[in-house]
């Protein structure tokens, strides 16, 4: 499975790429496909899919990048703890230069705080026992796909009794949002491409209420330009033939029930609760609140002054991440609005809907050679 | 959405595991995969191992896309 | 006086401890007979003819011992490849280092061995040197500073402004190594052929010039890699450059942990390889003489100039299917991540 030249093989591309064009073309009208996946939106760009399936099907991006969809009051609060507790920061990269309301943990750090940029939630267990009279702050975003690993990490602290580490709880999962989209009737989505590493722990059935519940099909798709084509194929054969299921086309990666030690993990230490995304705004049951019996590593109960958060005027960040409007149309892309100077978390993160958009596309967008 | 690297597993105690991708190891817990055995690849995701790689679902979908990128030649291009 | 296992804040205020230091450590270990003087600045022999080109950097990494070399190497190899891309002879260099208090005398000795190995293997002479020291927790162990004369030779003009529409864009081995072997020690990553790439160039540099190829360009992609220098390569001279995806030299060991980091292999730093500009026609004889010297095993011809254009981004790779992607600047450092 390691033969990635496989997967990405130009003539398997073509072949895919053309027959998703012919099943859309007989729908006579855009096929509108949602990829659900951050990950996905940056594959998407960096192969220029979405060009080359244009205009017989419109692929849009949706919430899928969990630095995107949180809000900038959880980035105030952890700037307050690390300046009114002086508590040790540990994040994963993706977060580091996020605007906040006043700044972002780039500048914090700079200004003298302790933030530490760490790969592994394991890694923040490490900085907590070697700074045992802090409070060491993991910053717990990520969707299903990295719920298990802080929730294993604070199963391992429970375990090590190791009382300064904690966590900020930001982790969300996809199921919710995505009835919310599927519902929404302005959107009119024809398919969902589904994220395959949340699919991993998932499994494909946790989304058949897709196809149930809203009679849109799916696929669960893997990362290489021939995984999304035949994700994009496959959803346009179903539009086609009248059909709505979950189709797994990530099997190498992804069964039907998923990785049940991972979920177990998550249950453990975490219950669903409403929660607050970027765009979409409050969602009942799409945010992982940590249980009762740990309450003590539960950095959002820490006494801190927050300041009411400011979300940047004029940012369509929420616009773009429901795939209402595509990231040139806000009227700070690419101007007031760079990668270079983001003003929303879109245009952060590298798997952001905008700064996909501004590092792969901008050059097709404006009519010139990539 | 996330970042997951299919990496072979090389040395197993307990929990803790080794694996391998291109000659570069490194170490992952497999508290979240505990049927994981030595040989197997598995998806690597923020220093945990969270999937097992399917290696006969990957042969057959490397061999579709085979199959699709010659009928590509043969239906002349 | 005992020598010391640590670094003392005496050893840098001009007393017995730094005499020792420079005496006992850097003075054998650099000797020559400009630094054995041991006054204020070194007086250099005759000036050998050229254009005289200067060029100084600051050294800081972290570790500062990694596979493949040290801060020393380091600190030697970036100053001798920065003159020698500009198409100077390396000759003479200074040595400074901003110690911090309580570092392992070990370290230090370590780090002064490998930059002078690394100034005999590319025949340049350290003629002088400082050592300031700074309390714990002002530092972090060493930093170090180089500056390095050299000449250029009468006839020789390598810049970018001769880089032109046509020219043939080489390298001169498998890019990324450096960042990746450093991002690998910070993540608990590791593997045999994993190793930093730090060499001096002027060797392999000189190899080329002897070939007859019409060189118009070097340059060493150091900070930001490959990506970083073909951008600043565009923008000065005002061409695209096109690289081709799978003539690109990536080793596997290199791949691996880019993958893993979320990192990208043309954004890794390369400390001993050098982009080659050089007439089309002349690509394959470059390519030849950069192959035959231990440093230029793994030459590789990768990419192109095009005429800038108006509408199109300065930099693009063009894929395994043909296509030509754009390869955008990065706003700042490569940061692990997960998503």
């Known amino acids: ?370 | 959405m996330c970042l997951a690297i299919p990496m072979r597993l090389v040395e197993k105690d307990g929990w803790e595991g080794t694996v391998e991708l291109n000659g570069v190891r490194r170490s992952v817990s497999l508290m979240l995969l505990e049927d994981a055995g030595v040989g197997d690849h598995v998806l690597i995701h923020a220093g945990y191992a969270i999937g097992k790689v399917d290696e006969e679902e990957a042969r057959l979908t490397l061999e579709g896309l085979e199959r699709i990128a010659a009928s590509l030649e043969s239906g002349g291009g | 006086m005992r020598a010391s296992d640590r670094i003392l804040l005496g050893h840098g205020a001009g007393g017995r401890l730094t005499r020792a230091l420079v005496k006992d450590l850097f003075v054998p270990l650099f000797s020559n007979p400009a630094l054995e003087a041991l006054s204020d600045a070194a007086v250099l022999p005759a000036w050998p003819g050229g254009r005289p080109a200067l060029t100084t950097d600051a050294f800081v990494v972290d570790p500062l011992e990694f596979p493949g070399g040290d801060l020393g190497r380091l600190a030697v190899c970036g100053t001798v490849n920065d003159l020698c891309v500009s198409g100077a002879r390396p000759l003479w260099l200074t040595f400074a280092l901003v110690l911090e208090e309580g570092a392992e005398m070990g370290l230090l000795r370590r780090c002064a061995e490998s930059a002078a190995e690394a100034a005999r293997d590319a025949g340049v002479q350290i003629v002088a040197g400082d050592t300031k020291v700074v309390p714990k927790g002002r530092g972090d162990k060493i930093y170090a500073v180089t500056a390095g004369l050299g000449s250029v030779p009468e006839g020789r003009d390598w810049g970018d402004h001769r880089v032109a529409e046509g020219d043939a864009l080489l390298v001169t081995g498998p890019v990324g190594d450096h960042g990746a072997t450093i991002m690998a020690c910070r993540h608990g990553m590791a593997g045999e052929g994993l190793r930093s790439d730090v060499a001096p160039l002027n060797g392999l540099v000189e190899a080329l010039a002897a070939s007859g190829a019409q060189v118009h360009a070097l340059h060493d992609p150091t900070r930001g890699g490959v990506l970083v220098t073909c951008h600043e390569v565009a923008e000065r001279a005002g061409v695209r450059i096109v690289l081709d995806e799978e003539a690109l030299p990536v080793r596997g060991e290199v791949r691996a942990v880019c993958d893993l980091l979320g990192l990208h292999p043309l954004s890794s730093p390369c400390e001993g390889r050098a982009l080659v500009f050089v007439e089309a026609g002349d690509a394959e004889r470059a390519l030849k003489a950069l192959r035959s010297h231990p440093f230029g095993t793994g030459a590789a011809r990768v990419g192109r100039v095009e005429a800038g254009r108006k509408g199109a981004s300065p930099v693009a790779v063009r894929t395994v299917s043909g296509e030509e992607r754009p390869l955008d600047l990065l706003s700042g450092a490569e940061l692990p991540r997960i998503c």
């Open chain 1, 1 to 370: 499975m390691m033969e990635e030249a496989g997967y990405r093989d130009p003539r398997a591309v073509a072949a895919l790429l053309r027959a998703a064009k012919a099943e859309a073309a007989s729908l006579h009208r855009p096929l509108v496909l949602m990829e659900v996946c951050g990950t996905h939106t940056h594959a998407i760009a960096e192969a220029g899919l979405r060009g080359k399936l244009a205009p017989e099907i419109r692929l849009v991006s949706g919430p899928g990048c969990p630095v995107c969809v949180t809000p900038v009051g959880y980035l105030d609060r952890a700037e307050a703890l690390a300046r009114q507790r002086n508590a040790v920061l540990c994040t994963f990269g993706d977060l580091f230069r996020v605007p906040s309301s006043t700044g972002s943990l780039e500048r914090l750090k700079a200004e003298g705080g302790d933030v530490r940029i760490v790969y592994s939630p394991r890694d923040a267990l490490r900085v907590a026992s070697e700074n045992p009279g802090r409070e060491v702050v993991f910053l717990a975003v990520g969707f299903e796909t990295t719920a298990p690993t802080i929730a294993a990490a604070l199963v391992e602290a429970e375990g090590a009794g190791l009382s300064n580490f904690m966590i900020l709880p930001g982790n969300k999962t996809v199921p919710m949002p995505l009835r919310v989209l599927a519902g929404d009737p302005a959107l009119r989505l024809d398919g969902f491409l589904l994220p395959g590493h949340v699919s991993v722990v998932t499994g494909s059935e946790a989304f058949s209420f897709l196809a149930s519940d809203y009679g849109i099909p799916s696929a669960v798709v893997g990362f290489a330009p021939t995984d999304v084509l035949a994700g994009v194929a496959d959803l346009a054969a179903q539009r086609r033939g009248g059909r709505a299921g979950v189709s797994n086309l990530y099997g190498r990666a992804v069964t039907p029930q998923g990785n049940a030690v991972a979920r177990a993990a998550m249950d453990r230490v975490f219950r669903p609760e409403s929660s607050d995304w970027r765009g979409l705004g409050p969602i009942p049951e799409s945010g992982l609140l940590l249980r009762e019996s740990l309450a003590h590593r539960d950095a959002s109960r820490l006494e801190v002054d927050v300041p009411v958060p400011e979300e940047p005027a004029g940012c369509l960040c929420g616009e773009v991440l429901k795939g209402a409007v595509e990231p040139p149309a806000c009227p700070l892309f690419g101007t007031a609005c760079t990668p270079d100077l983001p003003v929303g978390a879109c245009m952060v993160s590298s798997e952001g809907t905008c700064a996909a958009y501004y590092r792969h596309e901008r050059w097709r967008l404006a009519g010139g050679a990539a």
